[in-house]
């Protein structure tokens, strides 16, 4: 087997992806297994988040996917939850439980 060494350049859609450091967040799950630094996000998530772009670290990041996670487990599949508090939260650096963010972050 042979390795190459790539170079990509992409051209993404400015509602397509967000920033964090090097590392691009985006809605194109094509995009992920070309480079460690790209990241799959949803849709609806991209937008919230493109607003706290400049606040943003991977920090940040991975507590945004735990929680989320545990939110989704936690509650029914129809939940639907506002990112933006969430994310405003994570920023803050506020402690909080799932719990809270049940009770507080979800739209249904």
Known sequence: MTTIDL???????????FKVGDHIFTKNENLQPLE????FCGSCAIEAFKEYENLLSLEIMERWSKLT????????????WDDRKIIQELVDNKEHSVSWYVQNCRVC
């Open 69 to 80: 996670k545990a939110l989704n487990q936690s509650t029914s599949c129809c939940a639907v």
């Open 7 to 17: 170079k990509l350049t992409l051209q993404l859609k400015e509602n397509e992806f």
């Open 36 to 39: 460690n630094q790209v990241h």
